[in-house]
């Protein structure tokens, strides 16, 4: 095992879009960076884009393990936590994500997603245990607004994303006695990604989810990661079991506001 001081962030589903600025938020901080996600080809290509943001940092770390396979999990974590030491922040964001109505969903469609974003979310947290700065750690998991505004095409996601902070809440109160702090971050439409590039993808939808936030415009990634930086330092010691949204008051809208969003064309 590492004897490393230095603090160590692993992110899951951190090589692409809002994860992946995560991961070279904590590597510009001079942290050991740890990513997982399915393809080598993603995994490779992350590390070597770290690697100029860590510059004389620790090497940046990366893993090809697919977040529904507990046993390439727990294998990823180990190594990381060998090479670099114990976890100190962990980031689990990896997520499928796609526009269905209910009686056009398939069995398989509503299985997938709930198996990478709340199974997967659960085979990371669970197989990272062993390996967290105990006490110290804090944990964020990615999540949405569809967890708590019902939103048409969207009763896969909701599922999923409901059940990950449920899994929050209660890690919350089981790890919070190690001195392990676990809350989640709900994103609302942050501009250049997959997510809305596909809830979003003509000018006119990109006018009707403006004005369904409150704030008039998309998130910056910039505004979810300092979010999740916030939550892993030391200013947020005392918060813990939280769900907290960066969405510009998006969910404030409700579900009826960001369906006509949706459906705009």
């Known amino acids: 095992m590492s004897t490393s001081t230095t603090p160590h962030a692993f992110v899951a589903g951190g090589t692409s879009g809002i994860n992946l600025a995560i991961a070279h938020r904590y590597a510009e901080l001079g942290w050991a960076v740890s990513v997982m996600s399915r393809s ?6 992350a590390v070597a884009a770290l690697t100029q943001s860590a510059g004389d940092g620790p090497r940046p770390l990366g893993f ?3 977040v ?4 390439a999990v ?3 974590l180990a190594s990381a936590a060998a090479e670099h030491g114990p976890v100190d922040a962990l980031v689990s964001g990896a997520a499928g994500n796609f526009v269905a ?7 398989n469609g509503f299985r997938t997603v709930v198996e990478i974003d709340l199974q997967g979310t659960f085979n990371v947290l669970r197989a990272a245990w062993d390996h967290l700065r105990k006490p110290g750690a804090s944990i964020v998991n990615i999540t949405a ?5 019902p939103i048409s095409g969207q009763v896969h996601v909701g599922a999923a994303k409901a059940g990950i902070d449920q899994v929050t809440r209660g890690l919350a109160v089981e790890w919070g006695p190690a001195g392990v702090r676990v809350n989640s971050v709900a994103p609302g439409p942050v501009e250049g990604t997959e997510g809305m590039r596909r809830l979003a993808p003509t000018p006119a939808s990109v006018e009707a989810w403006t004005e369904a936030v409150p704030l008039r415009r998309f998130a910056q990634t910039a505004d979810v990661v300092n979010a999740v930086e916030w939550l892993t330092s030391p200013a947020a010691s005392y918060v813990t079991g939280v769900v907290l949204s960066v969405d510009g008051g998006l969910a404030l809208s409700g579900g009826a506001v960001i369906d006509r969003a949706i459906r705009a064309e």
Do not use: H
């Open 64 to 66: 090809a393990a697919d």
């Open 74 to 76: 727990a294998s990823a």
């Open 40 to 45: 080598q080809d993603n995994v490779d290509a």
């Open 68 to 71: 529904r396979e507990p046993e």
């Open 101 to 107: 109505p209910a009686n056009e969903l398939s069995p």
């Open 145 to 149: 607004a569809q967890s708590w505004v």
